[in-house]
């Protein structure tokens, strides 16, 4: 079955510092990609949208400079998590969807802890 | 305004007892319907999808659930849970032409005990 996978699956990083995850997609080619966010015990909250090739669509209420988007590859997208700050602490997952547009739903990665310090 | 509610935030059930999640959504048309399982710190894994037709749909792990357009509900049900199913269970809608774009609920927490 199609794979995402995301890396790391958890770090800790210090205030003002920025933070890369990653989000590939291991068997099939995405095109799209989404990233979510969960704070704790909370639910998913879309972040952004990102299209192979283009630039990303942020949902509303979501910093494009502070969350860094890039879709360089249809297996790669990576969100960038720039000065971050102790309520950027939370669990971001990626999400794909496959290029053959067979109906298959969305392939989420396992999520990636980020705790600010 | 586009919604999902999960009216339970908990339910706990004992091992072998049926199960029942609710789900409402408002959407403009009929959305893509989906239910997915997050184990703690894991990601999520898809249960069961709605796209149209028969609307009692079957998913994996024995789950089920019955999309009922005049109630706006879509519940998830398994028959005897099983110690393993102890998760978050979210609900989600996607409008129909961008399905992956998800609108996710609350979640229900669910505990199975002996």
């Known amino acids: 079955g199609a794979v995402v996978s995301q890396h790391p699956s958890w770090v800790i990083c210090k205030s003002g510092t920025s933070v890369k995850i990653e989000c590939r997609s291991l068997d099939f080619q995405a095109t799209t990609m989404f990233w979510y966010r969960q704070f704790p015990k909370q639910s998913l909250m879309l972040m952004a949208t990102s299209n192979e090739g283009s630039k990303a669509t942020y949902e509303q209420g979501v910093e494009k400079d502070k969350f860094l988007i890039n879709h360089a590859s249809l297996t790669l997208s990576t969100l960038t998590v720039t000065s971050a700050h102790p309520e950027d602490s939370s669990f971001y997952i990626c999400?794909?969807?496959?290029?053959?547009?067979?109906?298959?739903?969305?392939?989420f990665g396992n999520g990636t802890r980020l705790t600010v310090t | 305004a586009q919604s999902v509610t999960q009216p339970d935030i908990h339910i706990t059930v004992s091992e072998g007892a049926s199960l029942e999640l609710r789900c409402n959504y408002s959407y403009g048309a009929t959305p893509y319907l989906f239910w997915y399982v997050q184990s703690p710190g894991q990601g999520l894994q898809l249960l069961l999808k709605y796209f149209s037709g028969d609307t009692l749909v079957q998913g994996i792990k024995g789950f089920e659930a019955e999309f009922k357009r005049s109630q706006s509900s879509f519940n998830l049900r398994k028959p005897s849970v099983h110690w393993s199913d102890a998760a978050e269970y979210f609900c989600a809608v996607a409008p129909g032409d961008s399905w992956g774009k998800l609108q996710f609920g609350a979640g229900t927490q669910v505990v199975v005990t002996p």
């Open positions: 999400s794909a969807t496959s290029v053959t547009g067979d109906n298959s739903p969305l392939h």
